[in-house]
């Protein structure tokens, strides 16, 4: 069975209670860095952090709906190649640990040096929301605030929506996470569980010396309905998203706004490429080729190649999308990118049965292949 | 009215379906002349996004031909094709590119007659399927 200890909170309430847990594992849990979520010193909203002084986790917040962007990345500089023998805990949500567990299979990340500490996920707000809603008064009864609300099920906690990704997110437990914070289901008045997940995450669990917890009361039952409901609100998400790009004229429509500023590509955590073939030059045009193309077809709209940016994106990197939503919270014409990349994601996932993130023992569909499958698409007998 | 003359772009193999190719020529093989050969050194350099720019530049079929399994000069570069093909026609499925608009074969050097046989095919299925929608939209 696998080792639960608790956080108790006090009337200080559930994030100090958090940090408290974060200043112990600094004690005397063998890392010596935490990078977490945490409020920007002496102002401003909240970046993921790499805190080594215990003193600075008063700043910490983990459970804050800022989700500004997918910390996989900065995981990865903190693991890839470290021969130091030193230890960083990452505090993440379930989607930066799925695409962080992606880079780690391109050998872009490690996992021997980070103790991986996922939230069980409330949900989070687009940049846009969060500046309104989270940047005003004291920054940790606001999250207090958030947390209240999205434990007593409402839809908008905070009076904002959450992100669009978090309402359509059927993965909302940190699956491949060493230690869970148990936050589905907990009386966030008076503890939060963690869970051990793994050998090593049992391994600190036991060296902390929190108190035990007899279970995660509750968990389960919330955990499976926040999957249903999510679930449910995904499939209706494809299908709508389906239906509006069932046509190229359709997903030329979809993508209308889009100005190739790459901001999607660049917000997206498993945006694989060191150097993206968009900025290179093997798709500049010569002057004569956009006057060539008007000619034919009478008109063509510019910037050019929109549609095939997307295409190719897609081509490279849809079967690792986490559906962490960072690709639409960054685009600054509001171009529904998350919901189009899921959509297209479930298709090419499903081809090779393949689940981002699920383990870092399963190879990215394009980087293996069996002699014996597909044999159909040739009409080869095997 | 005219009939509809499709445009496909082949990505083929130098080793086994160019040379294929070459030799339904030299044997006067009777083909149709709506295909583009390009040549690749293995069909596994095929990148997904030279066929989806074919694509929507207007080719009504793109052709991806290679060696026969185990015959890849490049030990295994056409299953890596296989794959490549078969993500682009999940993908482009969804978007309502008939699967039929991007194919794949093996067919080896000395397989003129199959090379000549599989492009008069495919233009017929093309043919009859009309043309590639990507013609038609001015904003791709
Ligand atoms: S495409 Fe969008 S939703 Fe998918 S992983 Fe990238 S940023 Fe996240
Ligand atoms: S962020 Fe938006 S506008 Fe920029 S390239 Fe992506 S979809 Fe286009
Ligand atoms: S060499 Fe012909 S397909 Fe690889």
Redo the contacts between chains.
């Keep these: 069975m696998a080792t639960i200890a608790r956080i108790d909170i006090d009337e200080t309430g559930p994030v100090r209670a958090v940090q408290g847990f974060l200043k112990t594992l600094l004690a005397r849990g063998g890392v010596d860095a935490v990078l977490t979520p945490a409020h920007l010193v002496p102002a401003g909203t909240v970046m993921p952090t790499l805190i080594s002084d215990p003193e600075a986790l008063e700043r910490a917040d983990p459970l804050s709906p800022a989700f500004p962007l997918n910390a996989a990345r900065l995981v990865s500089r903190l693991t890839r190649g470290s021969t130091s023998g030193r230890h960083v805990a990452a505090v993440l949500r379930p989607c930066e640990i799925r695409a962080f567990i992606e880079l780690v299979k391109l050998n872009q990340g490690g996992l021997d040096n980070v103790l991986l500490i996922g939230l069980d996920c409330p949900g989070a707000m687009t940049n846009a929301d969060f500046r309104v809603f989270g940047l005003e008064g004291d920054p940790l009864e606001r999250t207090r605030e958030f947390l209240r609300a999205v434990a007593g099920g409402e839809s908008r906690p905070g009076g904002r929506s959450l992100a669009g990704a978090c309402r359509v997110c059927e993965h909302p437990a940190p699956e491949g996470a060493d230690l869970i914070l148990g936050l589905h289901g907990a009386d966030l008045d008076r503890a939060i569980p963690v869970l051990g997940n793994t050998a090593r995450g049992e391994g600190v669990l036991t060296r902390l010396g929190l108190p035990d917890a007899p279970g995660a009361p509750g968990r389960r039952e919330a955990l499976d309905a926040l999957t249903a409901r999510n679930t449910a609100a995904r499939d209706a998400m494809f299908e709508a998203t ?1 239906a509006r ?8 429509e979809y993508l ?1 706004g889009c100005v190739n500023c790459y901001n999607c590509r660049v917000a997206c955590p498993v945006c694989y490429c060191k150097e993206c ?1 968009f900025l290179t030059d093997v798709f500049d045009y010569k002057p004569d080729q956009y006057l060539g193309w008007a000619r034919k ?5 510019l910037p ?5 940016f997307h ?2 994106r ?3 990197m ?2 690792a999308c986490v559906g962490c939503g960072q690709c639409s919270n960054a685009c600054p014409n509001d171009v529904p990118v998350m919901e189009l990349f899921r ?2 994601a479930e ?2 996932q ?3 049965g393949y689940q981002p993130g699920r383990s870092p023992d399963e190879a990215p ?2 980087t293996v ?3 014996d ?2 044999s159909e ?2 009409g ?1 007998a ?1 | 009215m005219s009939q509809f003359e499709p445009t496909i772009v082949a990505f083929v193999c130098n080793w086994c379906t160019y040379t294929a190719a070459d030799l339904a020529g030299t044997s006067r093989m009777l083909q149709p002349y709506n295909v583009k050969l390009i040549r690749m050194m293995c069909t596994g350099m095929v990148d ?2 030279y066929i ?2 074919a694509l ?1 530049s207007g080719a009504d079929a793109v052709l991806v031909s290679g060696c ?2 185990g015959d890849c000069h490049y030990i ?1 570069g056409n ?2 094709a ?7 026609q ?8 008939d699967q039929r608009r991007l194919k ?3 067919i080896g050097a000395s397989e003129g007659n199959d090379f000549a046989r599989t492009v008069a095919e495919l233009v017929e299925e093309i043919r009859a399927l009309g043309p590639n ?2 013609r ?5």
């Design positions: 389906a790009t069932a046509s190229l004229a359709g997903l030329a209308s073939v077809r009478g008109a063509i709209k050019a190649d929109t549609v095939f295409l190719t897609l081509a490279h849809s079967t959509t297209v298709r090419t499903g081809a090779f569909p394009m292949f069996r002699e499958e597909f698409m040739t080869e095997h | 997904p996004k989806i720019r929507l026969h399994p295994n299953y890596k296989r794959r490549r093909v078969k993500l682009l999940e993908m482009l499925a969804q978007f309502g590119i794949l074969t093996w929608e990507a038609a939209v001015a904003t791709l």
